[in-house]
């Protein structure tokens, strides 16, 4: 049965206002390819979730079997129903309870269902909210489009919270001083002005630069005095993404969705496409964000306050910020606390 309201989750680690806002979004839990006949555990804003295949379908439930209490996680499955550690009870298609062995012929209760979630797959990833039940999973560019090669990264976790990761994604100042060793040019760091624009849920950003977008290692197609494009758009609360424009016309796409675990852990999901180089090994691409989430990561972890404060007194800005304002703004808007609290 799929719910539309829940309680607070066993030591949550949100204020519980702004666990009631955060809930209401849409968020990657696993990645499709991850998800096979057995349960896969996840937890989303201190929620413990379990995700299962059953058949055609992808069931995403707490992870907790209604009869005594074992996480359903711990359990085996088929591709039809997962079976409970415990007892051996059967979950199938939208959380029924399927079989109970004890008594194979008894009425099952409407009690043994589990509580269950709405679930998108899409990018190659298993969408869900906690206490929604519209579709509102972002839009990704170039996913959809033809002629594009598709990957979706494996999850890389981040001990920081979700929106200090989201911020460092759409910031366009620290190329030149975090990502050294991948693609950044500590010769090139001015940030030229740039202005977001309000959406319906968010923003967008056209940021041009002469900062390129390619390798180390690997020559650099722009001609001198090249204006690089990046346009971003950031959905709220949590999810950014961003189409890198280059001098023949391709474009890299990549979505930047983290998925808040709790209020000092993030499981962040990267889809990406592209229509250059279409041929590329998908383990090559893995493996160069890997190198550039890492970059990222090494910053991240280690800012103090460790949530994003929302307060604008509380952090200094300066005109290369303006993203980060917006953002910040945005998180306001939605009627988030001030400052998270963990």
């Known amino acids: 049965m ?15 206002a702004d666990w009631a ?3 209401r979004g849409w968020y990657p839990v696993a990645r499709c390819a991850d998800v096979g006949a057995a349960p896969v555990a996840a937890t989303l804003l201190d929620a413990q979730l379990v995700v299962y295949r059953a058949g055609d379908t992808v069931v995403v439930a707490d992870d907790l079997c209604p009869h005594r209490g074992v996480p359903l996680s711990f359990g085996v499955g088929d591709g039809t129903a997962i079976a409970c550690a415990y007892h051996g009870l059967r979950f199938g298609a939208g959380g029924t309870c399927v079989a109970v062995p004890a008594h194979p012929t008894a009425k099952i209760p409407a009690r043994l269902h589990l509580r269950t979630y709405p679930v998108v797959e899409r990018y190659g990833l298993i969408w869900t909210t906690l206490t929604g039940v519209t579709d509102g999973v972002p839009p990704m560019p170039g996913w959809e489009e033809p002629g594009f090669q598709r990957v979706t990264c494996p999850p890389f976790d981040v001990a920081a919270f979700a929106g200090r990761q989201v911020e460092g994604f759409l910031d366009v100042a620290h190329f030149g001083f975090v990502h050294l060793d991948t693609f950044g040019d500590p010769g090139d760091v001015e940030v030229p002005a740039y202005n977001p624009v309000s959406t319906a849920d968010g923003f967008t950003v056209d940021y041009w630069s002469t ?5 180390h290692g690997v020559p650099n197609p722009a001609p001198p005095g090249f204006l690089w494009l990046r ?27 983290a998925s808040p675990v709790s209020a000092r852990r993030t499981r962040m999901f990267a889809p990406i496409a592209k229509d250059f180089n279409t041929g590329q ?11 550039v989430f890492e970059e990222d990561r090494r910053i991240v972890e280690v800012q103090q306050p460790e949530n994003l404060p929302l307060d604008p007194r509380i952090e200094v800005n300066i005109a290369a910020d303006r993203s980060s304002v917006a953002y910040r703004r945005g998180l306001r808007g939605l009627g988030l606390s001030h400052f998270f609290t963990a």
């Open 211 to 215: 900062v390129p977008n390619v390798p």
């Open 2 to 16: 799929t719910i539309v309201d829940v309680a607070l989750p066993r030591n949550c680690t949100f204020e519980p």
């Open 231 to 257: 346009r971003f758009a950031l959905h709220l609360p949590f999810t950014a993404t961003l189409v890198v424009h280059f001098p023949d016309g391709g474009r890299l796409c990549i979505m930047n969705a």
């Open 21 to 23: 806002v955060l809930a």
């Open 281 to 291: 090994p998908a383990q090559e691409i893995f493996d160069f964000n890997l190198r």
